[in-house]
Each structure stands twice: as structure tokens, then as C-alpha cells.
């Protein structure tokens, strides 16, 4: 499985960014994808998980904030962000794992991208 991810950026507080994150894998059998970051000096932290029928989970520092999608036709994930605040800065990485039911737990996850890099000032 191949993630990518894309639409990180360098924003002011109160600002907004979209992610994406274009899978190989197919994503219309049952599976989670989730969104997670590391901050400079922290361990990697989850952000939002999905699963196929669109069942969601968020993080308490991002929720009310941040809105995860996936499009599973286009086996894509997104995490729309807003108001973000400089303590969101960090390394944003997708997740994917084929199974039923998902955690916001780093360790259920097998497939990670690359990361994408966000900077709130």
C-alpha cells in the first residue's frame, strides 16, 4: 500500500488548510484511514480516523476544528483544517488499515505515508 500525501503548507493562526492523501489501496472494502502528526520533540499523535462507512473519530485538541473525508471511489482521504493554532504545527502523516472497526491509536495502523508538513504561525 502507497500513501501520498499533499496540501501541507505554512499558514497564520486562524487560517485554513485542505489535506490529501491518495491511497493505492482499495478503500471501498472495509478499512480505516486516519490523519496523525508529530510535533517537533513529541511522540506521533492521532488526529481523526475514518472507516468505510464513514464512521469518525477525532482527537479532543482538533475536534470542532478539523473535519476528515474520504472519497472511496477515488480512494482518497482528506482532513479539512481551520482556525488552526500554532501548537497544530507538525509533520502530518495518513494512515491505512484493512480491518473493521478504528482506533485513534498509532498502533493500529500498518501503512503510513511520508508526511506532509504543516507550520502555523
Known amino acids: 500500500v502507497q500513501l501520498v500525501e499533499s496540501g501541507g503548507g505554512s499558514v497564520q493562526a486562524g487560517g485554513s488548510l485542505r489535506l490529501s492523501c491518495s491511497s493505492s489501496?482499495?478503500?471501498?472494502?472495509?478499512?480505516?484511514m486516519g490523519w496523525f502528526r508529530r510535533a517537533a520533540g513529541k511522540e506521533r499523535e492521532g488526529v481523526a480516523v475514518?472507516?468505510?462507512?464513514?464512521?469518525?473519530r477525532y482527537a479532543d485538541s482538533v475536534r470542532g476544528r478539523f473535519t476528515i473525508s474520504r472519497d472511496n471511489t477515488n480512494n482518497t482521504l482528506y482532513l479539512r483544517m481551520v482556525n488552526l493554532k500554532p501548537e497544530d504545527t507538525a509533520m502530518y502523516y495518513c494512515?491505512?488499515?484493512?480491518?473493521?472497526?478504528?482506533?485513534?491509536?498509532?498502533?493500529?495502523?500498518?501503512?503510513w505515508g511520508q508526511g506532509t508538513q504543516v507550520t502555523v504561525s
Open positions: 489501496a482499495y478503500t471501498q472494502s472495509s478499512s480505516c
Open positions: 475514518i472507516d468505510t462507512d464513514g464512521k469518525k
Open positions: 494512515a491505512f488499515e484493512a480491518r473493521f472497526g478504528c482506533l485513534l491509536r498509532v498502533d493500529s495502523f500498518s501503512y
